[in-house]
């Protein structure tokens, strides 16, 4: 659990996976995590995320507060599935109870600590080819990712904002994707990678916010996914 802050200074919740993958591995990262790395996402995320937003309309929060996801960004670095659930964006919104409570309550419940059967507990004896939502495109809130999201039953994995996939402008070059410079394929790599240790035995299958891409942009990601031998899927594919 942690503090969310934006610009916009909206009240929000959030949940998020964690990672700096589009860094490069000598780059800076001030805040925390290891430069081309992303840590496995933590299976509840999607699911905690429904919770999480169930919890918020009947303890009154909404519309007051958006309730949504966040693309993966900061650190730290872990080799164990993580993620943040974040309270925000300003401290008044920090100190509210009934935002706090509302966390607490999603804790309590997604752990089984109430009792009741955990939320969100991936198995690969029960879950295995399953499909995985990766999410490539977008802004910051991944708000078509979140969209499949708020379907039951779907998986969420690591979130690539479109801001974070560099890639150089190939110009009259614009065919030629092997030779697009700049971290995204390797953002890509490791995201995958990392969301297939946190979800042993399920299918990671990838989602493309299309509209946030430049046509050019959009074709070398799809070339390369599928170089990779990487689905990609329409919004429909995603729940069970």
Partial sequence: MSRHTAASNRPALTVHPIGIPHLEH??????????????????????????????????????????????????????????????????????????????????????????DQAVG?????????????????????????????????????????????LMSDPGANVKDYDKIEGTWKEAILEAVSATKRAFPGGEVVAHLDGKSFKAWQRNAITWFLGKKNIKVGKPGDFAP
């Fill in 121 to 165: 507990c991936w198995s690969e004896e029960i879950h295995a080819g399953e499909k995985v939502l990766l999410g490539i495109g977008g802004g910051h809130y991944a708000p078509r990712h979140t969209d499949i999201a708020q379907k039951d039953g779907v998986w969420v994995g690591h979130l690539l904002s479109g801001y974070s996939l």
């Fill in 26 to 115: 000598d780059a800076n990262s001030p805040a925390g995590g290891k430069p081309g790395r992303a840590s496995p996402p933590n299976s509840r995320i999607g699911a905690w995320f429904r919770l999480l937003k169930s919890t918020a309309a009947n303890n009154n929060l909404l519309p007051e507060f958006e309730v949504t996801l966040e693309a993966t960004h900061h650190g730290p670095w872990t080799e164990v599935p993580a993620m943040f659930v974040e309270i925000g964006s300003t401290e008044d919104y920090w100190r509210r109870e009934d935002a706090a409570a509302t966390v607490a309550s999603v804790f309590m419940k997604g752990l089984g600590l109430d009792g």
